[in-house]
């Protein structure tokens, strides 16, 4: 990576005052032997992240609870799933890959990670031209008081392949209280294509540090979907994709909402490092009463090379949105351009829903609704519908 990209890969400290003492990295969790015994609450909080525990339209799953890998196989031959510490086992411990795009000192929760014990994650590996047609999917979950939970995940798209991964990210239903550090490390070859959606369904109290970083070689493709509706105490995550090779392409899709109590400090990273590079960041944020921090960092050190940032916020409430794109250019020639808007809902636009027979909540429900419009994620139809639905329970608590 270039020096430029090593100064840039830490997040900005914006996060709120951070105790690790007050969690437990192993030891606290009795953990549970199958995640088909959770109860029907929990079930549907994994549901309503994406996941499916009957595993109906996936080509495999990596389930872990707590600090423990409960479920991991693969339908598809062509889709390596395996534990991360029996991955490290198996393959001298995968020194092309495990911390080799994000480094161990980038910050305190990196350095945290690398200290404490690996408690799971999962590796993937399609193998080269085989493009998986139904996703994989991943869940971590945490269902302990208290709990820490360190994982590390890493997935390698090999040259030609194509893989969809959908990873759920919560807590139990009556679980509040917990820190989940996530390092991940995606790379994808020659002509390879991942896509990446993650839905975060965490509880009121947990404070979730992931750091990932992506590294996309000669026309490769590499799309972010990341979904964060419900409560949290404090994200604070800043994905950053390097464009290595010629013709490479990077999207990054995000719609959140913070409601009050929540601190979200979310952004995305796309370095341009090589011609004819395409970067895109599209990010709708609505803030009932938290505070949103969205950030956007495109870096152009190519030509020719093209990056485009959209940033927009809707304050309903008293809440906060702070919305930070950068452009950043190093070349002469490098096409870099940004949107940024942060309001409310126009009274003109309610009116108008109103003229044609809507009531002022119904208006205001359908604006909201069109605002968080997630078809620009291109999701399986059951997927979308799934998110959809959430959005419309989110709905009463936005008003």
Request: proline content about 4%; hydrophobic content about 35%.
């Amino acid at each position: 990576m270039s020096e430029l990209a090593d100064k840039a890969q830490s997040p900005p400290p914006a996060s709120p005052k951070f105790d690790a003492s007050k969690y437990a990295f192993s030891g606290k969790s009795a953990g549970i032997a199958d995640i088909r015994s959770l109860s029907p609450e929990d079930k549907e909080r994994l549901l309503m992240s994406g996941v499916d525990l009957d595993n109906v339209g996936r080509s495999g799953s990596y389930l872990q609870v707590d600090d423990k890998s409960v479920h991991c196989d693969t339908c598809d031959p062509n889709v390596e799933i395996l534990d991360i510490t029996e991955a490290l086992r198996r393959y001298d411990g995968l020194p092309d890959y495990f911390w080799n795009a994000v480094k161990r000192d980038q910050d305190d929760f990196t350095r945290l990670a690398d200290q404490e014990t690996l408690q799971g994650g999962y590796f993937m590996r399609v193998k080269a031209g085989m493009k998986i047609t139904e996703p994989v999917q991943s869940c971590l979950f945490i269902k302990g008081e208290a709990v820490a939970q360190n994982v590390h995940n890493i997935i390698v798209v090999e040259e030609g392949a194509e893989l969809h991964v959908i990873t759920g990210c919560a807590t139990a239903h009556n679980e509040q209280s917990a820190l989940h550090l996530g390092i991940s490390e995606f790379y994808v070859k020659k002509g390879g294509k991942l896509t990446f959606t993650m839905i975060h369904n965490w509880g009121e109290k947990v404070m979730v540090r992931p750091r990932t970083v992506g590294i996309v070689e000669e026309d490769g493709e590499f799309q972010s979907n990341y979904v964060l509706l419900k409560p949290v105490e404090s994200v604070q995550s800043y994905p950053s994709i390097h464009l290595n090779g010629p013709r490479a392409v990077a999207r990054f899709n995000s719609v959140i909402v913070a409601p009050t109590g929540s601190l979200v400090d979310t952004g995305n990273r796309i370095f341009l490092n090589a011609p004819e590079t395409r970067g895109e960041i599209i990010s709708r944020t609505i803030t009932t009463g938290g505070k949103i921090i969205a950030r956007g960092h495109i870096i152009g050190s190519h030509v020719p090379a093209k990056g485009h940032l959209e940033c927009k916020g809707l304050i309903l409430g008293n809440g906060v949105i702070h919305a930070i794109p950068e452009l950043e250019g190093t070349v002469s020639g490098v096409e870099l351009s940004h949107e940024a808007a942060v309001g409310k809902i126009a009274q003109e636009e309610i009116e108008y829903l109103m003229a044609r027979g809507l009531d002022e909540d119904e208006a205001t429900s359908t604006i909201v609704r069109g605002f968080l419009n997630v078809e620009i994620m291109g999701l399986p139809e059951k997927l979308r519908q799934t998110i959809d639905k959430t959005i419309q329970e989110s709905e009463k608590d936005m008003f």
